[in-house]
């Protein structure tokens, strides 16, 4: 059960009664707002959306370098995670066994930087 939601420093920080490294704290980093998320779509194009649970991605930056895919649910804890490696777009991820919701992605390089961002919406 979530008890507490705050915002710090760029972080966004959530508070229950549920089971996470942080004792019951979980932390989301990056992006804080759906209006932050969808300013870094211009690399990757995700379809359909939303959907029953299997997106399609489709990215320019996956084809020039080994990235990561981390998907987040909105409590903070990473749900699925995928190394990409050049030439792996379009490429396809199954959240169907996931409860209804929105899910947030990030795809960084192997240098760490962010190079796409956003929401994923499962009915």
Do not use: C
Not at 77 to 83: H, L, M, S
Request: glycine share 6%.
């Amino acid at each position: 059960m979530l008890n507490a939601l705050a915002s710090y420093d760029d972080h966004l920080f959530a508070g229950g009664n549920f089971a996470s490294p942080y004792n019951s704290l979980a932390v989301w980093s990056a992006p804080l707002a759906i209006d932050q998320i969808s300013q870094n779509n211009e690399n990757i194009v995700v379809y359909p959306n939303p959907s029953n649970g299997v997106f399609t991605f489709q990215s320019s930056v996956v084809s020039r370098q080994s990235s990561v895919l981390d998907i987040y649910n909105m409590l903070g804890e990473r749900v699925y995670a995928k190394q990409l490696t050049t030439g792996n777009s379009p490429f396809t991820i199954d959240l169907s066994n996931n409860t209804s919701g929105i899910y947030l992605y990030r795809i960084t390089t192997e240098d760490g930087s962010v190079n796409a961002t956003g929401k994923l919406i499962v009915e």
